[in-house]
């Protein structure tokens, strides 16, 4: 038996590293298939290299998503995407807490948190006055 936390978990039996599909023929000298890794850079200067079949370069895609940032890549380092395309597209967290909340309401949901640990003992107002 098979312990759960083995490597082997989810194979079959008599299956080898590289064999492939069972709808590929079952000649002896299977070979995994050819693969080439390519470099993208977006407008930030991040790297992501996906990993392709071996395949025609016009069928390699031109674009890709940075791993990082989200932004659009390229496959040409000095032709990087446009950081405007970076701009309308991913946001952090914090960017879209921006847009619905307000300074004072970022002072409010403050005071009432500090409020909040003041009544429980765990925020005394001493500890305010040092920092």
């Known amino acids: 038996m098979v312990h759960p936390a083995s490597g082997f978990r989810g ?9 492939g599909s069972s709808l590929q023929s079952n000649d002896t000298s299977s070979r995994p298939l050819p693969r080439i890794r390519v470099s993208y ?15 025609p370069e016009d069928q390699i895609p031109r674009t890709w998503d940075c791993r990082r940032c989200g932004g659009p890549a390229t496959r040409d380092g000095n032709e990087a995407a446009p950081d405007d ?25 403050l005071a009432g948190a500090l409020e909040k640990l003041r009544a429980r003992g ?3 107002d001493e500890l305010l006055r040092d920092t």
């Open 11 to 19: 194979t079959r039996a008599g299956v080898t590293a590289g064999s």
């Open 85 to 109: 395309l970076f701009d309308d597209g991913y946001k952090s967290h914090l960017e879209y807490v921006k847009e619905r909340r307000s300074g004072q309401d970022a002072e409010d949901v």
């Open 122 to 124: 765990v925020l005394s």
């Open 41 to 55: 850079w977006c407008a930030k200067g991040h790297e992501t290299q996906p990993v392709f079949l071996k395949m």
